[in-house]
Nanobody
Framework: QVQLVESGGGLVQAGGSLRLSCAASGRIYSTYTMGWFRQAPGKEREFVAAIAWNTGITKYADSVKGRFTISNDNAKNLVYLQMNSLKPEDTAVYYC?????????????????WGQGTQVTVSS
């Protein structure tokens, strides 16, 4: 069992930055994938970024490529999402998720564990 707790959300002006954190506890294996997803009001949940826990290989959605960076600290069991050049369309609840494979899936249905989410609001 894996527990995930996100933090770091808030209100920021367009062009600003935020860093989200995800604290993972429980049995974390080196072969896992950690991902970030988001869901805006009235929209479906969408993939944002993923990282392979042991290799650090990453994958990004086209909409955030070049602006967001996912990283992890294995020693502290933390996953980060650095978000720069934020846009109003980035406004959403952001969720941390864990997949028990190293495949970096973009389909949220593939993930086994989820956090409770943290709100990010970008004002224009």
């Amino acid at each position: 069992q894996v527990q995930l707790v996100e933090s770091g959300g808030g209100l920021v002006q367009a062009g600003g930055s935020l860093r989200l954190s995800c604290a993972a506890s429980g049995r974390i294996y080196s072969t896992y994938t950690m991902g970030w997803f988001r869901q805006a009001p009235g929209k479906e949940r969408e993939f944002v970024a993923a990282i392979a826990w042991n290799t650090g290989i990453t994958k990004y959605a086209d909409s955030v490529k070049g602006r967001f960076t996912i990283s992890n600290d294995n020693a502290k069991n933390l996953v980060y999402l650095q978000m720069n050049s934020l846009k109003p369309e980035d406004t959403a609840v952001y969720y941390c998720a864990c997949d028990r494979t190293r495949m970096l899936p973009t389909d949220g249905g593939r993930y086994d564990y989820w956090g409770q989410g943290t709100q990010v609001t970008v004002s224009s």
